[in-house]
């Protein structure tokens, strides 16, 4: 059977695609937080409170790993960046997990390990 046409190529497709759906929302909402936070955006307006409140979970596990910078109302806030980064990686991860579930036919797995030796 050839591996562009298994059955399980759609479904790991979708999973993939999902992930980097996924990231890209997260990325763009964090990416969102760290630019109000460096041009001191005002956190009782509307939208600066709901992206400070969505992003704040995601933010959490990385607020001690930094000091803030802070000058004249603007944060320079590093663990947005090092959440981003983090966060990125997790998925590139998920994403080889799911590549690993692939149909890959014996010349094919022959060559990608003579690949690896070299």
């Not at 929302?25 to 955006?41: D, I, S």
């Not at 933010?59 to 001690?64: I, Q, V």
Request: glycine share 6%; aromatic share 14%.
């Amino acid at each position: 059977m050839d591996s562009s046409t298994s059955s399980s190529t759609k479904p790991l497709y979708r999973g993939t695609q999902i992930v980097w759906y996924l990231l890209s929302l997260l990325e763009v909402l964090l990416a969102f937080r760290f630019v109000l936070k460096l041009l001191g955006a005002n956190p009782e307006a509307g939208f600066t409170s709901f992206v400070y409140g969505a992003t704040y979970i995601f933010t959490a596990p990385f607020l001690t790993v930094f000091r803030m910078t802070k000058v004249a109302g603007s944060v320079f806030e590093w663990t947005t960046l090092l959440a981003m980064l983090v966060y990125w990686v997790v998925a590139l991860g998920i994403i080889r997990i799911f590549l690993i579930g692939k149909t890959v036919s014996t010349p094919e797995a022959a060559e990608k390990l003579n690949a690896q030796d070299r």
